[in-house]
């Protein structure tokens, strides 16, 4: 069973800061894509955006602007940066990496993101 390990959760007030960390196995870390997702409650999961093998990233238009998701090879860790958070943005948020071709959709546990006042 292949674990992604997330971390960075946490309360902030709006207009604050968070960045989320999600480790995964290197062997598939290199070849997958990364992405973000987010859950609020009462509502469906949403892709925040992601990131490919190749660096090339993509984010919702919710969050264009504000989120900014990189990756570390060296490291085997996607990070999604949160800034000028709004209550909104409220939400369990996963990490998952996937790669079509090999077969696989791997989701970590989910960290809980909280902004208010």
């Known amino acids: 069973q292949v674990q992604l390990v997330e971390s960075g959760g946490g309360l902030v007030q709006p207009g604050g800061s968070l960045r989320l960390s999600c480790a995964a196995p290197r062997l598939i870390f290199v070849i997958s894509h990364m992405g973000w997702y987010r859950q609020a409650p009462g509502k469906e999961r949403e892709s925040v955006g992601g990131?490919?093998?190749?660096?090339?990233?993509n984010y919702a238009d919710s969050v264009k602007g504000r989120f900014t998701i990189s990756r570390d090879n060296a490291k085997s860790t996607v990070y999604l940066q949160m800034n000028s958070l709004k209550p909104e943005d409220t939400a369990v948020y996963y990490c998952?990496?996937?790669?079509?071709?090999?077969?696989?959709?791997?989701w970590g546990q989910g960290t809980q993101v909280t902004v208010s006042s």
């Open positions: 990131v490919t093998s190749g660096g090339s990233t």
């Open positions: 998952n990496s996937y790669n079509r071709a090999a077969g696989y959709d791997y």
